[in-house]
């Protein structure tokens, strides 16, 4: 089975067409002609490799009505991802080998992009005990990232344990860097603004002890350390003198914090109530540097999917977090690439290669993510239109829930096609399952 794709960009340079054959990129050049192949007109689209997540919460198990592998897959896919990673506070949490297990075969079920499960670190993510890692890395699903995402692996002995077991597994933590002590009761960024709208405050030194302990844990360790939705200037402040001295430390950030501020909140509508909490203007200029100088490694979604009844009632009782599979990439255009800060090879860079490799799936193989568009490399690409702008409707999306807080906003970039191993997972921006 042959597919050639006329007349893309790769990382928007110049034109070529890209012959895929049986699951691999076969050729890239100029005017090629395999009589007998699928034909896919791509003038004028950019081609990038397939984006990784490294952040998605699926829901399944446990909370199929608000997504489950197979429509969270499915809105992965329309927004250019060929690898999800699937975060383990599902009901009942992903902290064995049999719950992982179930996770992976049912994204292979759907067949829309890989899913990778995350493992938990600790028991039932209650950070009292440790999972069985060991279990889940040797299980099917190949377990490399373990997070408590949702809470923080708190206790400073537990969480040098989990660093020395995950060392072993070649590898990492995925830290939800929050003091708990910190932000009992937290609804919004602590500043002016949350004392003017009466909400209780989430200080941002509560992420930023964390990230601090953690990194001298994981230098003490000598393990890998990845940070999960950095969310403030000092913890970019943080990471960038960590890794001048060596500390083996990722660290990702979301669209959503890339692009929107705690101003969001003046409203109160709970779409914008997400954990971290949207910071403040400096804050995000700060994550912009960061990505783009590099000591923030990777975009990730937090995509979190809610159930209408968690989500629209009053601020105080809503639950946080907000979709971003399918305008994560459109929100990277907006604040990265249209201002200049990446262009096209550092958003591949940022949403495939350095998050494949934090997970550990960038190897040699057919399976692998995060690799080059070059000849015998697996056929994982999206073809985006940089020039098309639309504006999102959250009741077209794909995911079984509505929270965008992209509603009614105008984003560049669409994704037309993505091919999952040389097959069409999108086409003409529609699912093919
Ligand atoms: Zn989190």
Request: include cysteine; aromatic fraction near 4%; glycine fraction near 10%.
């Amino acid at each position: 089975m042959s597919t050639l794709i006329t007349g893309a960009r790769p990382y928007g340079e110049d034109a070529a067409d890209i012959l895929v054959e049986d699951g691999r990129i076969a050729a890239i050049g100029a005017s090629l002609s395999v009589p007998g192949a699928d034909v896919v007109d791509a003038a004028g689209l950019v081609a990038l490799p397939g984006l990784v997540d490294l952040h998605t919460h699926l829901r399944e198990p446990g909370r199929e009505d608000a997504e489950t592998v197979e429509t969270g897959s499915r809105a992965a896919a329309l927004g250019g991802y060929t690898a999800v990673h699937a975060m383990a506070n599902t009901d009942p949490v992903a902290d064995t080998a049999g719950v992982v297990e179930q996770v992976w075969r049912l994204g292979q079920e759907a067949g829309l992009v890989d899913v990778v499960p995350v493992g938990a670190v600790t028991v039932g993510l209650r950070g009292e005990r440790l999972a069985e890692l060991g279990a889940m890395a040797d299980s099917a699903a190949r377990v490399r990232v373990f997070s408590d995402d949702g809470h923080c692996v708190a206790d400073p002995a537990l969480m040098r344990r989990a660093l020395e077991y995950v060392k072993a597994l070649d590898g990492v933590v995925a830290q939800h860097a929050e003091e708990p002590r910190l932000t009992v009761g937290a609804q919004m960024h602590e500043g002016d603004r949350s004392a003017r709208l009466g909400l209780t405050g989430w200080p941002a030194a509560a992420e930023e002890a964390i990230i601090a302990r953690d990194v001298l844990l994981a230098d003490h360790v000598g393990a890998r350390l990845h940070v999960c939705h950095v969310s403030t200037a000092g913890s970019v402040e943080i990471l960038r003198w960590a890794k001048s001295r060596g500390v083996q430390v990722t660290a990702e950030v979301t669209p959503h914090h890339l692009l929107l501020t705690d101003e969001c909140a003046e409203g109160y509508d709970p779409v914008f109530k997400v954990n971290p909490p949207l910071r403040t203007d400096a804050d995000v200029e700060a994550l912009r540097a960061g990505l783009a100088e590099g000591v923030i490694d990777a975009v990730a979604t937090d995509h979190a999917p809610h159930a209408v009844e968690d989500k629209e009632t009053e601020w105080a009782h809503a639950r946080p977090g907000m979709l971003g599979l399918e305008q994560a990439l459109s929100v990277v255009v907006a604040t990265m690439l249209e201002t200049g800060r990446l262009d096209w090879r550092g958003v591949a860079d940022r949403m495939s290669t350095r998050p494949a490799a934090i997970g550990r799936l960038d190897g040699r193989g057919l399976e692998a993510h995060g690799r080059p568009l070059a000849p015998g490399e697996p056929a994982n690409l999206l073809l985006l239109d940089p020039g098309a702008r639309a504006v999102v409707d959250p009741a077209a999306l794909a995911s079984r829930s509505r929270n965008s807080p992209y509603a009614g906003r105008e984003l560049p970039g669409r994704v037309v096609a993505t091919f999952l191993r040389g097959v069409p997972t999108v086409l003409d921006g529609k699912a093919q399952k």
